[in-house]
Every structure is written in structure tokens, then in C-alpha cells.
């Protein structure tokens, strides 16, 4: 069973930084494409960034492109998701996300997520 752990989610004034992680097993993090989606009420669940093991290739949604940056610690088996130059529309529910399949950000492709991490962004 894959299990995802999301942490680092909180507030932060339109402007700011922060970081999300994600912890899992060494087996899914070396073999699994992983990836971060957010969520907004009200809003369909949107691809934000995703990643080949050992960062091969990255893929960024156009919204964050510049702005969000995915990484792997292969150290700690955990990927990140630098988050600056954080904006109001930011502000939403975010997954970790993990699958055996070609990278995308399609949310039906993958199977393995995390509870999610909310994070808020303040004008």
C-alpha cells in the first residue's frame, strides 16, 4: 500500500513562501512518477506540478510555472513543493499524489493521495 504524508501546508500573506512536503515509502518514491494537485472549494481538482523519480523531468501547470518549484530529497524519500511568490488564487487544499504511470497532471491518472494540506494565501 502507498502511503502519502503530507506536511509544511499554513498562512502566508500574498508575496511570501512556503514549503509543502511529501513522505513515502523508498520503494514509491524511486519507482512512482509523484506529483502535487490543489483543490479550491468549489473548483475542480487541478495539477500543479509532477515529477519522474530522481527529477528526470518536471512539469509545472502554467499558473505556477516560474513560481512553484517541485524537488526530491532522496535522502529522506520526501518531495517538495517550493512555493513563492504565493498569490490569493493560491489558496487551496493541495495533494501529494503518486502512480506507476507516465507523469502528468491529470488528476484520473493517478491512484495513490495523500489527506491533503491546506494552504492560504492572505491579500
Do not use: H
Not at 506529483?35 to 501547470?61: H, I, L
Not at 513563492?84 to 495533494?95: G, H, Q, R, V, W
Amino acid at each position: 500500500q502507498v502511503r502519502l504524508v503530507e506536511s509544511g501546508g499554513g498562512s502566508m500573506q500574498a508575496g511570501g513562501s512556503l514549503r509543502l512536503s511529501c513522505t513515502t515509502s523508498e520503494y514509491t518514491y524511486s519507482t512512482y512518477c509523484m506529483g502535487w494537485f490543489r483543490q479550491a472549494p468549489g473548483k475542480e481538482r487541478e495539477g500543479v506540478a509532477a515529477s519522474y523519480p530522481n527529477s528526470t523531468s518536471t512539469y509545472y501547470s502554467d499558473s505556477v510555472k516560474g513560481r512553484f518549484t517541485i524537488s526530491q530529497d532522496n535522502a529522506k524519500n520526501t518531495l517538495y513543493l517550493q512555493m513563492n511568490s504565493l498569490k490569493p488564487e493560491d489558496t487551496a487544499t493541495y495533494f501529494c499524489t503518486a502512480d506507476i504511470v507516465p507523469c502528468s497532471l491529470r488528476p484520473l491518472e493517478y491512484t495513490y493521495w495523500g489527506r491533503g494540506i491546506q494552504v492560504t494565501v492572505s491579500s
